[in-house]
């Protein structure tokens, strides 16, 4: 008897080959792109698991095919621990991604040519909240807020809100992919309270840290709807998650399946739901907390090494370092040289940027990655003081080499769950 890995290495090499490169490029080097995450062991084993056959087109005790005592089982559990765990009504667990998750929403509640404000893309903004590339950015007419360069880069609300009087928008997304400060619910809500607007959360990059306790809930402000996707500080399966109050149910289900998905990827469902039964114990919030704690730490040795940082610094486990004020290099030099050492991070635009997007003057980090391998304040310090040295003289071939090797030393004693070393 050959286990699966077996099967694989002798009836398709080349595809093994690379597995086991990924598998090695993830144990000796760190990441820290804020919205990636090493998984639980228990989760890429349910992803690999019989589940993955199965069509359940429809919701639980109302499928459009037999056999579906199982399915109706997982995706009732996976949606019992996401309300309880966000504490709301409602909870749509089959969003295959965060992009379709948040067209899913604008589809069931808004229609084509509603005005709809999200934060401009440079600002911290997402691709789904409006960027005029994306098809939802097409299909409504969407109102751009902005942060304030003299106010140390936070939202300017009374932008927002004079921008939300003369616009009128049907609904306000409120949630970010680059932003790194906790998000201030109460003024978004009383300005769409005054329009008469819907309000949205995409709290994918901090939904981990919502359900962990240490960062504020949207519904606790009376938030409508708040989506989030499952890999990020959540540590699930790639997917995405609606919750909102009961009154959109009916609209959200519909609209994510039979209007924009077909059959669920019940694989995926099932090991949702195992990551938030993980995220429901008490070890989680602990892990929570060390995230953002960990967050502080790596953006001091940033900031002690003469890094510049948008907003000063982080309060939500993310940071954007402006690489070409910092170090007189472009975001993807300077993602380029961080390879070098084996830290792994995105290139990223900062607020208003001059520089296109595959060249911006910034790069996007977070610690969501590193706390799941059990790394601490003084090995974020170590990681912090690696990167300026690297980015100080990306040309030094030496001296990338010994601090690739600093690096990859502190890998290997902080071994990521599930991936073999
Ligand atoms: N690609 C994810 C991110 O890195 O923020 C979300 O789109």
Redesign the pocket.
Known sequence: MHSPRELLQRNDPELFAALVGEEERQATGIEL?P?ENYTYPEVLATLGSVFTNKYAEGYPGRRYYGGQTYTDAIERIARTRARRLFRCEHANVQPLS?APMNAAVYLALLEPGDTVMGMDLSHGG??THGAPVSHMGKLFRWIRYKTDPEAEGRIDFDALRSSALAHRPKMIVCGY?SYPRDYDYGPFKSIADEVGALTLADV??IGGLIAGGVLANPFDAGFDLVTTTTHKSLRGPRGGMILCRKEFRKAIDKSVFPGLQGGPHMNQVAATAVALGKALQPAFGDYCRQVLANALALARALLDGGADLVTGGTANHMMVVDCVRSFGLNGRVAEETLDAIAITC?KQVVPDDPNPPLRPSGIRLGTPAATTRGMLEPEMKALGTCMVEALRSPGDEESLGRLKARVQDLCASFPAPGVPG
């Open positions: 792109i919205s965060g997402h691709l992919s994918s990059h995105n």
